[in-house]
C-alpha cells in the first residue's frame, strides 16, 4: 500500500514538471542561436548602407550610425518624401534589427534650389545639342506645310468638284490644316517626341469642344449654310416665302439668307431657321394660278353665271389652256353666293398680281354687261308714314375695256436690284444656277 502511494506520488510530480517544459517548447523558436562580432556586424551594415545612399541623389547630407543592428539616420533631405524613403531602403539591408529616422526636410534657400539650376542647366546644353536636328524638324515642318498652302491655292480640283467658292474654301481649309497636322507629326517623329501628339491633340479637342459651346449657333448656322449650298432649295431671283417673310431672294451667305421683300426692304434670316423652315417657292414651277372669289346676289342664275366667269377668264390672253381655269360654289350666305375663279398663267412671262387683278377686272365688266346682280348691304330703315317708296340701290358702272398690260414690269425692277445687290456680294454668295436642286 505504502509502495502504491510513494509510486503515484512520483508519478504525479513528473506530470507537473514535464507540462511546463513542453509549454515553453512549443512557444519559442526551434534552431541554434549563433551570436556573432556585433561590432563588426555593425561597421559593415553601415557601410553597406552609406553605399547605397552614395549612389541615390539627395541623401548627401545624411548620417548613418549603427549599433547593435539598429540604424540611426541623420541629416536633412530636399523633400520628407526622400527621408521616407529611406525607410524602405534601410529595412532591405539584412541585420538591421530596426530604424531610427531623423532625418528631417532642408529649409537651405540654396540646397533647395540647387537641383532646380542642375536641372535647368541639363535641359539648356540639352536644348543646345538638339538644336541641329530642331532645325531640321522645323525644315520639315515648313516644307510640309508650303506643300499643303500651294496644293490648297490650286483652283482647278477644288472648284471643279465643289459646288460653288464657299464650299471649294471650306475644301482648301481642310487640305491646309491636314498638311500642318502631318508636318506636326513628321518633326515630332523627327525628335522622337510622338508622344507629345496625343496631349496636343487631346488640349485642342477640349478648347474646340468649349469653343464649340461657346458659339453654338453661329456653328449651327454654318453648318446649316453648308447643307444649303449643297442642295439649293431656291436660286437667286426666286420669290420665297420663309417663317411667313416673302421676297426675291438676293443671297445666301455663309449665316443668313437675305430676301428683298416687294416693298423693297432687306429680310435677313439666320440659316439655321431657313435649314429647319417650310419654305415655300412660288417661282420653282413656270405655271402658278390665281384665285379670287365673286359674289353675288342668291336669286342669280348660278350656272350662268359659273359659265360667263369661266368664258371670260379663258378669253383673257394670258391665261393658260392647260392647265385650264376653273369655276365653283365655295361659299354661300345671308346676302350673297361666294363662286370661286381660279386660272393659270406663266409667272415668268405675266405679273401675277396684275393678271390676277386683271382677271377680276374683266369678270366684273362681264357680270355686269349681263346683269347679274352683285350683293349689296340691307339695311332696315324706318321712315315716315309719307315717305314713298323704298330708297334707290347705288348702281356699279364699269367702263368696258380692252385688256391691260400684265407684264410684270414691278418684278423686273425688283430683279434689277436684286442682281445690283449680288454683283457686290459675289464672293460672298453661295447660291449658283448650275447647282444640285432639291
Do not use: C
Not at 469642344?209 to 436660286?235: C, H, K, W, Y
Not at 309719307?386 to 347705288?394: C, D, E, R, T
Amino acid at each position: 500500500m505504502s509502495v502504491l502511494r510513494h509510486f503515484l506520488g512520483a508519478l504525479a510530480l513528473a506530470l507537473l514538471l514535464w507540462a511546463p517544459a513542453h509549454a515553453q517548447t512549443t512557444s519559442q523558436p526551434q534552431g541554434a542561436i549563433t551570436v556573432e562580432d556585433s561590432a563588426q556586424q555593425d561597421a559593415a551594415i553601415a557601410v553597406r548602407i552609406r553605399d547605397i545612399m552614395s549612389e541615390l541623389e539627395g541623401y548627401s547630407n545624411v548620417t548613418v550610425t549603427v549599433s547593435s543592428g539598429i540604424v540611426t539616420l541623420r541629416g536633412t533631405t530636399l523633400d520628407a518624401a526622400t527621408a521616407t524613403r529611406l525607410n524602405e531602403l534601410v529595412g532591405r539591408v539584412q541585420g538591421v534589427v530596426a530604424i531610427e529616422n531623423e532625418v528631417t526636410e532642408t529649409t537651405d534657400v540654396v540646397e533647395r534650389l540647387n537641383p532646380a539650376y542642375e536641372r535647368f542647366k541639363g535641359r539648356l546644353f540639352q536644348l543646345v545639342a538638339l538644336v541641329p536636328l530642331l532645325g531640321v524638324a522645323l525644315l520639315a515642318f515648313g516644307l510640309v506645310v508650303l506643300a499643303g498652302v500651294l496644293l490648297a491655292r490650286a483652283k482647278y480640283p477644288w472648284d471643279r468638284i465643289a459646288p460653288n467658292a464657299f464650299i471649294a474654301d471650306i475644301y482648301r481649309q481642310i487640305v491646309r490644316l491636314l498638311f500642318v497636322v502631318a508636318g506636326i507629326v513628321i518633326a515630332l517623329d523627327i525628335l522622337n517626341a510622338t508622344a507629345l501628339l496625343g496631349t496636343i491633340l487631346g488640349a485642342a479637342g477640349i478648347v474646340g469642344l468649349a469653343i464649340g459651346f461657346a458659339v453654338r449657333d453661329t456653328v449651327e448656322n454654318f453648318i446649316a449654310s453648308v447643307m444649303l449650298s449643297f442642295r439649293q432649295p431656291f436660286r437667286p431671283n426666286d420669290t420665297v416665302e420663309i417663317e411667313g417673310d416673302v421676297g426675291k431672294v438676293i443671297s445666301l451667305t455663309s449665316r443668313a439668307t437675305i430676301l428683298l421683300s416687294f416693298d423693297g426692304n432687306h429680310i435677313r434670316i439666320p440659316n439655321a431657321t431657313v435649314f429647319k423652315s417650310r419654305i415655300i417657292n412660288y417661282t420653282r414651277n413656270t405655271e402658278r394660278r390665281f384665285v379670287f372669289d365673286v359674289g353675288v346676289a342668291p336669286a342669280t342664275d348660278l350656272a350662268a353665271a359659273k359659265a360667263l366667269a369661266l368664258e371670260t377668264v379663258k378669253a383673257l390672253p394670258f391665261v393658260l389652256s392647260s392647265p385650264a381655269p376653273a369655276i365653283w360654289i365655295e361659299t354661300i350666305g345671308d346676302s350673297t353666293i361666294g363662286i370661286r375663279v381660279t386660272g393659270w398663267i406663266d409667272q415668268h412671262e405675266t405679273g401675277f398680281a396684275l393678271a390676277r387683278g386683271e382677271a377680276i377686272r374683266q369678270v366684273l365688266i362681264a357680270f355686269d354687261s349681263a346683269s347679274i346682280e352683285m350683293p349689296e348691304p340691307t339695311f332696315r330703315v324706318v321712315t315716315s308714314p309719307s315717305a314713298a317708296g323704298a330708297p334707290p340701290k347705288s348702281t356699279v358702272v364699269i367702263r368696258e375695256i380692252e385688256t391691260e398690260d400684265v407684264q410684270s414690269s414691278q418684278n423686273e425692277a425688283l430683279e434689277k436690284i436684286v442682281d445690283q445687290e449680288r454683283a457686290e456680294r459675289a464672293d460672298k454668295d453661295l447660291l449658283t444656277r448650275e447647282g444640285a436642286e432639291e
